[in-house]
């Protein structure tokens, strides 16, 4: 599945950039998994997500709690904690 | 329907509730927050808001419709900046009105509360000394404060 990820806020620069598409592998069906598989890609995934309980993530621009499921996903979020207002 | 603008440039809040107001005669209370960007350390040069286009405002009208299914609103706008925002600017602005009070109070309130924490904005530092600081972190009291709804 090609999925279009993006990024926001110190993930965004801890990976270096703000958005990307990636082939995910099947296996991967939430965005749990995603966030642990992705957090093996290297060193900078590594430091974005080495808290990953506390990233909040949305499925096509939707909150999306960990347990989630990405299937049919077309563009996944992550991003630390809001601080709007 | 609330009007909801994101947007880099300043906003006058007497324009925007005069907006809701004009021509109207069954709106008795109107209750208008601005929130602004503080400094009490002396050392923000500027704080630079992040948003996440199009869920930004789709989040914001969320937060806006349940408003306004819960409390009898007459008008309600909200407007919030991004970009870099000095100390002493305006950063958001929320203004509902309604019949009486209580329904105008708790829809501005019920707004910011939710604006906060789930609306995709966030705040970076820049500090007098030209270094970019840390990124401003998201408070618990936040977070439960959306428990009293």
Same mark, same amino acid.
């Given at each position: 599945?090609?999925?279009?990820?993006?990024?926001?806020? &110190?993930? !965004?620069?801890?990976?270096?950039?703000?958005?990307?598409?990636?082939?995910? =592998?099947?296996?991967?069906?939430?965005?749990?998994?995603?966030?642990? &598989?992705?957090?093996? !890609?290297?060193?900078?995934?590594?430091?974005?997500?080495?808290?990953?309980?506390?990233?909040?993530?949305?499925?096509?621009?939707?909150?999306?709690?960990?347990?989630?499921?990405?299937?049919?996903? !077309?563009?996944?979020?992550?991003?630390? =904690?809001?601080?709007?207002? | 329907?609330?009007?909801?603008?994101?947007? %880099? /440039?300043?906003?006058?809040?007497?324009? #925007?509730?005069?907006?809701?107001?004009?021509?109207?005669?069954?709106?008795?209370?109107? $209750?208008?927050? $601005?929130? *602004?960007?503080?400094?009490?350390?002396? %050392?923000?040069?500027?704080?630079? *808001?992040?948003?996440?286009?199009?869920?930004? /405002?789709?989040?914001?009208?969320?937060?806006?419709?349940?408003? #306004?299914?819960?409390?009898?609103?007459?008008? *309600?706008?909200?407007?919030?900046?991004?970009?870099?925002?000095?100390?002493?600017?305006?950063?958001? *602005? $929320?203004?509902?009105?309604?019949?009486?009070?209580?329904?105008?109070?708790?829809?501005?309130?019920?707004?910011?509360?939710?604006?906060?924490?789930?609306?995709?904005?966030?705040?970076?530092?820049?500090?007098?000394?030209? %270094?970019?600081?840390?990124? $401003?972190?998201?408070?618990? %009291?936040? #977070?439960?404060?959306?428990?009293?709804?």
């Amino acid at each position: 599945m090609s999925v279009k990820l993006v990024y926001f806020a &110190w993930v !965004r620069e801890r990976i270096g950039f703000g958005d990307e598409t990636i082939d995910l =592998p099947p296996e991967i069906t939430t965005v749990a998994d995603l966030l642990s &598989w992705l957090a093996r !890609r290297g060193e900078n995934y590594a430091y974005a997500f080495e808290k990953a309980a506390f990233i909040r993530a949305a499925i096509d621009k939707k909150h999306a709690p960990h347990t989630t499921l990405i299937t049919g996903a !077309r563009e996944i979020a992550f991003f630390p =904690p809001m601080t709007g207002g | 329907m609330a009007k909801i603008i994101i947007q %880099t /440039e300043d906003f006058d809040a007497a324009a #925007e509730a005069a907006q809701i107001t004009q021509n109207r005669h069954d709106i008795g209370a109107l $209750v208008s927050f $601005v929130g *602004l960007c503080r400094d009490e350390s002396q %050392t923000l040069s500027a704080l630079e *808001l992040e948003h996440y286009p199009g869920m930004a /405002e789709q989040e914001i009208a969320r937060i806006a419709g349940e408003a #306004e299914a819960r409390w009898k609103t007459k008008g *309600l706008t909200i407007i919030h900046r991004v970009g870099k925002i000095k100390p002493g600017e305006q950063i958001v *602005l $929320v203004i509902a009105a309604s019949s009486h009070r209580g329904d105008a109070f708790n829809a501005a309130d019920y707004v910011m509360d939710f604006l906060k924490s789930r609306a995709p904005f966030w705040k970076k530092q820049h500090l007098l000394d030209g %270094t970019s600081g840390a990124w $401003v972190d998201a408070k618990d %009291t936040d #977070e439960a404060s959306l428990s009293r709804w």
